[in-house]
């Protein structure tokens, strides 16, 4: 019994230990703010830090107009992103996620329901647009101008 107790002690004393090295390695530490003040060169060029690790999509009509309330859906074979940003007044919509080739559906609204257009199979309703159908393997902005 006083091995167990011993055991227990040891071991409560070492996971402690293990936690405070993650702590100490995950920046939990005292962080010294000469390191942690950017430098001119490294400030983000992008107005919207939101928009450093995304793509920007413009959303148009052919006419130029915004298209308001499109979502933008990426996807990668049969598995597609969890978010569906809207288009807002501008025409503009941001997707965060990792910078691949994604195939790029603009999905259409459903005005009279709310939400979006599906066929009678319960797909999804597209729009078709004049642009690439993918993305650039590296973030930035994308138009897409609407046929229709």
Not at 61 to 78: N, S, W
Not at 95 to 104: E, F, H, L, N, R
Request: with cysteine.
């Amino acid at each position: 019994m006083k091995n167990m107790k011993k055991w227990a002690i040891f071991m409560t004393a070492l996971s402690l230990a293990f936690s405070f090295g993650a702590f100490a390695a995950c920046g939990g530490g005292n962080v010294d703010s000469s390191e942690s003040t950017p430098t001119e060169s490294s400030t983000p060029t992008q107005s919207n830090p939101q928009e450093q690790n995304a793509y920007t999509f413009i959303v148009k009509h052919a006419d130029g107009t915004p298209a308001v309330g499109y979502g933008i859906q990426l996807c990668k074979g049969d598995s597609c992103l969890p978010s569906l940003p809207a288009t807002d007044a501008s025409g503009k919509a941001v997707v965060s996620c990792v910078a691949d080739v994604y195939d790029i559906h603009v999905c259409i609204p459903d005005l009279e329901n709310g939400g979006y257009m599906y066929d009678e199979s319960y797909n999804m309703v597209y729009a078709d647009f004049n642009e690439a159908t993918t993305t650039p393997a590296t973030y930035g902005e994308i138009t897409l101008t609407l046929k229709n």
